[in-house]
């Protein structure tokens, strides 16, 4: 039977495919790409027809995912498939190679994986067939088989890889055409490189390559065309591709320069009498100026356009100029064009440089002037054949001079302060309204502050306010004792009324509240003076007493509590029947340390407060204490019993009651806290039994309250550790 099922697979070993190219790039690994899907059907994805082509001459990068296949099919039998691995892949574009996501490129039956096909190609167009030659493990009754080398069209997968041109696009292609196979490396013919090879400055030239059957190109420019347009000279090659191999051929290209730029010698605009050098461009062959000239440059003195056309190596390049030549019109400008001056002084004025002769009304051939008499001043200027007038008027009288003291305005200063004003410099007199005759002063008092100068017989004023502000002298003042307890607070506050405040634990606020000792300070500021407090306050944290309660039982049976004693300290003890009935808590006249309970006192919860010389106090938690443990308190009761006492485990509890009656049962330990409930309900009269489970608690002393309408009882026992022993 068993070889009855492998001759279908014997024949798939058979197959063998002869390898074209085995383009495989290497590195396979989960870093060349991520398995997409699963996907429906076993096979690659996306389908062909639906992947981007590779483009001549473009870097191309393309994953394909692979959804492999549970199993195979043969001749009407099923066989489970282990795993499938990709050997190589055949007949891929030259130029492109192949890699997957698995290091081995081996994935299991029914899972995914991805190939990644990348690189440049220049192969032709075409639509090429991928021979993918797979190894393959299937389950033959148990046992595993492998299968190599077999052609993934035995499997039923195909698959399909397309490359366009430039100028073509990405359509699906006939998949049995010629132009299915990826093309073996050939020899080509060298490409010709054709067009002109000079050309002048600011044209361009055409090159092209003239040799046919190639089905690509690439320029040294990047251009992947079979022509270019270059506009500068140089070197430029090209290489063709054809059987998936290239050729490369160079031109030189040279750029004629030339250039007919015109310098003037000097302004093109210019007056009667003047003249300009007009000069071209040098390195030129010939040159013709538009008025028949044909040296390098020319010389003009009359309004018009002037051109030029030169030539060199059979390049021609022009250029032009336009003079202008009239009786211009001269703008001096006298500056200042107004001038006031008081009686002894003078004024300069001033018609600029530049001009070839001044003139002015009064006579003076300079570009400025001085004069101390008002009236209308007038200067002419020339230059060349043009002229032109200008005019500025003086005026002498009693005119304010402009002062201003600095700082202006006014000044805001504190007590103590440095304060300078300062009238500036170079006045002929100051008289400042403080008494002081310098150019500045310092005032150390408030008020307005008036300053007059002199210059040239003129007089100028100014005023400055300056105002002094005190320095602010904050008061701490506490809300409350500055002396406290643990766990207490102090309120320190340092007036209103200021812009801000600093307290010397950081603190911004007017008020702080503090809860540590020591000692504190504020600085606060107002109308940006600032001043600290003159008293510093200190406070004092003192420790709080500590209240607790031991409980003791002596050698009659009395209970006693100990609360301790501390130094300076004072006690007020306190009892209540029910722990939860605060209400009816009463003050014992007891102040010692110990709290004698005799046995023929109540049972009950106890507590101490406990107070020191600062007034700061602390009370215990309530201590249950039930002297002579052990005698009933009720006569509800004919007998109670614990066995064994001590109990390490279990106790035994045996008692009698009288009458039938609610009652409650329960576990208290020694401050009264009851930790497990034993019985609550109703017990009818006789005797009854019960087990108590104590091994959970910790050694110690214990009590068992006996409840009921008509009265307590109270029952002391003693849990010990729990020993166990290996004979």
Not at 302 to 315: E, F, I, K, L, R
Request: net charge negative; aromatic share 10%.
């Amino acid at each position: 039977m068993k070889k009855f099922l492998l001759s279908p697979l014997l024949a798939l070993l058979l197959l063998s495919v002869t390898s074209i190219h085995a383009q495989y790039c290497g590195g396979s690994g989960s870093t060349v790409c991520t398995p997409g899907g699963p996907y429906a059907n076993f096979g690659f994805y996306p389908p062909y027809d639906s992947v981007p082509c590779a483009q001549i001459g473009t870097p191309y990068n393309q994953k394909i995912d692979l959804q492999v296949a549970p199993y195979i099919y043969y001749q009407g039998n099923t066989y489970t498939l282990n795993w499938v691995k990709i050997d190589t892949i055949l007949n891929l574009p030259c130029g492109l190679c192949w890699a997957t996501s698995d290091a081995n490129n081996q994935f299991a039956g029914n899972g995914t994986g991805c190939v990644q096909v990348s690189g440049t190609t220049y192969d032709a167009p075409g639509q090429y067939k991928l021979h993918i030659i797979l190894d393959a493990q299937v389950s033959v009754g148990g046992s595993p088989y492998n299968i190599l080398n077999q052609n993934a069209d035995v499997f039923g997968i195909e698959y399909w890889l397309r490359v366009q041109d430039l100028a073509g696009t990405c359509a699906a292609v006939d998949t049995f055409m010629v132009g299915n196979t990826a093309t073996d490396n050939g020899a080509i013919t060298t490409p010709v490189i054709s067009g002109n090879t000079t050309f002048c400055t600011g044209q361009s030239t055409v090159l092209s390559v003239s040799t046919t059957n190639f089905y690509a190109y690439k320029w040294s420019t990047g251009a992947i065309a079979s022509s270019i347009n270059v506009n500068a000279g140089g070197t430029y090659s090209v290489t063709a591709y054809a059987a998936c191999t290239s050729a490369t051929a160079s031109v030189s290209v040279t750029e004629n320069q030339i250039s007919a730029n015109i310098t003037p010698s000097g302004p093109l605009s210019f007056c009667q009498g003047g003249s300009v050098t007009l000069t071209a461009a040098a390195g030129n062959d010939t040159y013709a100026w538009s008025d028949n000239s044909t040296g390098q440059s020319i010389t003009v003195n009359q309004s018009g356009t002037y051109s030029v056309t030169v030539t060199h190596a059979a390049c021609t390049a022009s250029d032009s100029k336009t003079v202008n030549v009239d009786s211009i019109s001269l703008n001096p400008v006298i500056s200042p064009s107004v001038a006031n001056i008081c009686a002894g002084g003078n004024a300069t004025l001033d018609a600029g440089t530049g001009y070839d002769t001044y003139t002015w009304s009064e006579s003076s051939t300079t570009s400025s002037i001085q004069t101390g008499t008002d009236g209308t001043y007038t200067v002419t200027v020339t230059q060349g054949t043009c002229s032109g007038t200008a005019s500025a008027t003086v005026n002498v009288g009693n005119f304010p001079v402009a002062v201003h003291i600095s700082p202006a305005d006014s000044v805001n200063a504190c007590d103590g302060d440095a304060v300078s004003l300062d009238a500036g410099a170079g006045y002929d007199g100051y008289s400042w309204s403080s008494g002081e005759n310098s150019q500045t002063i310092q005032p150390t008092f408030s008020g307005n502050y008036l300053v007059t100068v002199m210059d040239n017989g003129c007089v100028g004023h100014d005023t400055v306010v300056v105002t002094f502000h005190p320095l602010p002298s904050p008061t701490i003042t506490p809300s409350g004792p500055l002396n406290f307890c643990g766990g207490e607070t102090a309120m320190l506050d340092a007036g209103a009324g200021y812009d801000s405040y600093l307290w010397s634990n950081n603190s911004t606020t007017q008020s702080i509240v503090i809860s540590n000792p020591g000692s504190y300070a504020v600085t606060v500021e107002q109308n940006g003076c600032t001043g600290s407090s003159a008293n510093s306050v200190m406070v004092n944290l003192h420790p709080g007493p500590v209240a607790s309660i031991v409980v003791q039982v002596n050698a009659w049976g009395d209970g006693l509590m100990i609360a301790g004693d501390e130094a300076n300290s004072t006690l007020v003890w306190q009892y209540a029947v029910n722990y939860d009935t605060t209400g009816q808590l009463n003050t014992l006249s007891n102040t010692d340390d110990t709290l004698i309970v005799n046995c023929d006192a109540n049972a009950g919860y106890y507590r101490v407060i406990k107070s020191n010389q600062w007034g700061c106090s602390d009370t215990s938690f309530f201590a249950y204490i039930a002297p002579c443990v052990g005698i009933p308190q009720t006569k509800l009761l004919q007998s109670f019993r614990l066995l064994p006492n001590p109990v390490s485990d279990v106790l035994a509890l045996t008692y009698s009651v009288n009458h039938s009656m609610y009652i409650e049962l329960s576990i208290a330990d020694m401050t009264g806290r009851v930790i497990q409930n034993i019985w609550q309900g109703v017990r009818d009269k006789g005797e009854h039994h019960q087990q108590i489970s104590v091994a959970a608690l910790s050694s110690g002393m214990y009590f068992i309250h006996f409840k009921s309408s008509e009265g307590t009882a109270t029952y002391r026992f003693i849990k010990k550790a729990y020993c166990s022993y290996t004979k």
